[in-house]
């Protein structure tokens, strides 16, 4: 009898339990409802209907979205024709990304290193640095960059009373001026995950390596470069995969006429009232990101398996 | 076996390998300013185990690092083989270190690991392999070749980083407190194992340690460090049995050391009276001053009680009685309060140990030794 309503106030217990972790849970799992699977929902569907006139949808079923992304439909005969318009931006998009991802990590590996040889007591000084321009909006500090390489702006005067140049470079509107964007907005990106990395280097292998006739060069290919991997991959993606859906920059220094994938997808919903199509250009740009992960992730597993 | 290193060493040609010029290094400047090595002059030489011997801070280490190339004198030259490399970078010298952390490159494999500097030099990769089997042949790792360095013990992770100092075949090998790490049982191992390595490799090997036996049993040579300076250089026997410095005696080995004045000297040997004016016939090396306070410095083993109806030198009353078997090792305190201890070996039948017993201790003729 004992044994039999000690399991029961066991089961009890257990209930208890269970209904408190979900309880826990709870909070959680609608955020991750509410502001994750709700929206990437309400994308697939709509991607798969049919534009209004004036914006919204129509509730026809039609995968028109994801055919207009490579192909141009005849208006009088329906016959589709191979169209690289959209793919082209797709291309620039991750042109400019990757370039963005090495440039960030060519400025960044330098400035992290630097940062991380530096006394402990200082590094935090010169991460302070680092992420000061998070205290100031993307947008003004874009406005800013836009007034520094513009034709009358800094660089061009001051190139231009150094009596360098004649005539002002124009960069603005341009990819270079994206490009340049790019890499001073995402550069803490790549810094901080670079910075974690080279802080836990034990530089005692640095010296090792020295020590084994490696010069500096080779010290930071062998050595360095290797262990701090984890860093440079968590950099780049950090930095590529914001920097292929980046609006703000290239809608400021490109001016409409370098477009990325972001300002494409923004005028469908803007002034092409194609709603349908620009979830369409938004899951295509999700899958792009996704395969970029699965890349990184196969390549990791192979890392860890040839060590292992 | 001091007696062998020393007859091996008679046939060792003398050319130096390593010469250090008074070398100077001082960290940071003015008031705080930390002089890590005064004016240090060093020979070491060809085929030689040479040990640099000093407690924590005594700038072993700096003039380890120093001749490795990880640190620039403040002045003075470091020469190998008779060129002057004082400036030259780490990766320019034919000098291997095995770190005190070991320091081995986690994302390698031991093959890898022990590979690498003969990689860097640009050897042919076939060339590299052959070098990294007969290194892994040497520290008896070849099962280990492609395990990561993280999977072994440490001392298999130590072996691997000596084969990797080795393999490049360096002129001279440095070895940062390398034992430091291990147990009891396999530091004891090892200092064998390193001495046959070095004897079978022919490298001059420059050791650093704090551990004074580890110094004796392995070393051909003992340069006694403190605060930056080198108090005395010579072989274990030497360093242990004449030391001419009070640190070196009291660092190495036990020893009783005795206050007095020098009452009279002549032929090396100086009459020495005690505070508690006995006097003690002491051996006094060559160029110490032959008059005024000096000390006398006598080992536990050079020290018994004397016999009955023997002449002692001095005396004392029994304080502490500690066994150990072979021998005991018997705590006196002399007439002038000093403390003296002495290893009686054998049973100790025969004589009233108890405690506060009057004892006499006889001197073995020869063995105690006045200190600077």
Known sequence: MTETSLSAAHREAEARATRTRYGLLAPALIIILAISILPLGITVVYSFLEPGTYGGVVWNFSTDAYVQFLFERDIFDDTLTFDPAYLSIFMRSIGLAFGAMIGTLILGFPTAYFI????????????????????????????????????????????????????????LYTDTAVFIGLIYSY????????????????????????????????????????????????????????????????????????????????????????WPFGSAAALILMMLVIIVLLIYAASAGRGRRTHG | ????????????????????????????????????????????????????????????????????????????????DGQEITALPPYKRPVNTVFQ???????????????????????????????????????????????????????????????????PEPKVLLLDEPLAALDLKLRKNMQLELKSLQAETGITFVFVTHDQEEALTMSDRIAVMRSGEILQIGAPKDIYERPTHRF???????????????????????????????????????????????????RPEAARIA??????????????????????????????????????????????????ARLGIAIQPGRARVLE
Not at chain 2, 19 to 30: C, D, E, P, Y
Not at chain 2, 107 to 116: L, S
Not at chain 2, 267 to 282: E, F, Y
């Open chain 1, 187 to 274: 550069l803490p990106f790549m810094v901080l995950p670079l910075y974690a990395s080279l802080e836990k280097l034990d530089f005692r292998l640095v010296e090792a390596g020295y020590d084994l006739y490696a010069s500096r060069w080779k010290v930071l290919r062998h050595v360095i470069a290797p262990l701090a991997k984890p860093g440079i991959i968590a950099g780049c993606i950090l930095v590529f995969i914001p920097g292929l859906g980046a609006y703000i920059t290239p809608e400021l220094l490109g001016g409409g006429k370098s477009l990325m994938i972001g300002n494409m997808i923004a005028i469908q919903f803007g002034s092409s009232r194609n």
């Open chain 2, 248 to 298: 070196v005696a009291d660092f190495i080995g036990d020893i009783n050391i005795l206050e007095g004045e020098i009452a009279g000297a002549g032929d090396g040997t100086a009459q020495v009276r005690l505070k508690d004016g006995t006097t003690i016939s002491s051996r006094l090396a060559e160029g110490m001053a032959q008059t005024g306070p000096a000390a006398v410095a006598i």
């Open chain 2, 101 to 167: 952390s070991y320091a081995l490159f986690p994302h390698m494999t031991v093959a890898e690991n022990i590979g690498f500097g003969l990689k860097m030099l640009g050897r042919p990769a076939d060339n590299v392999q052959g070098r990294v089997e007969k290194m892994l042949a040497l520290v008896q790792l070849e099962a280990m070749a492609n395990r990561r360095t993280d999977q072994l013990s440490g001392g298999q992770q130590q072996r691997v980083a000596l084969a990797r100092a080795l393999a």
């Open chain 1, 116 to 171: 991380a040889t530096k006394p402990r007591n200082q590094r935090n000084f010169w991460l302070f640095l680092i992420t000061l321009p998070f205290w100031t909006n993307l947008l003004i500090r874009t406005y800013a960059m836009l007034l520094i390489i513009r034709d009358e702006g800094f660089v061009n005067i001051s190139l231009m009373k150094l009596r360098l140049i004649d005539s002002p470079i124009s960069i």
């Open chain 2, 307 to 356: 016999g009955q109806g023997e002449t002692a030198d001095l005396s004392g009353t029994l304080e502490n009685v500690v066994y150990f078997g072979a021998a005991s090792y018997l705590h006196l305190r002399l007439n002038s309060g000093e403390e003296f201890v002495l290893r009686q070996p054998g049973g100790l039948d025969g004589h009233d140990l108890s405690r506060g």
């Open chain 2, 1 to 80: 076996m001091p007696e062998t290193s020393n007859a091996t060493q008679s046939t060792r040609s003398d050319r130096a390998a390593i010469s250090a010029r008074s070398l100077v290094k001082t960290f940071g400047a003015g008031e705080n300013a930390v002089h890590a090595l005064k004016n240090v002059d060093i020979d070491i030489r060809e085929n030689e185990f040479f040990t640099l011997l000093g407690p924590s801070g005594c700038g072993k280490t700096t003039l380890l690092r120093m001749i490795a190339g990880f640190e620039l004198p403040t002045s003075g030259t470091i020469l190998l």
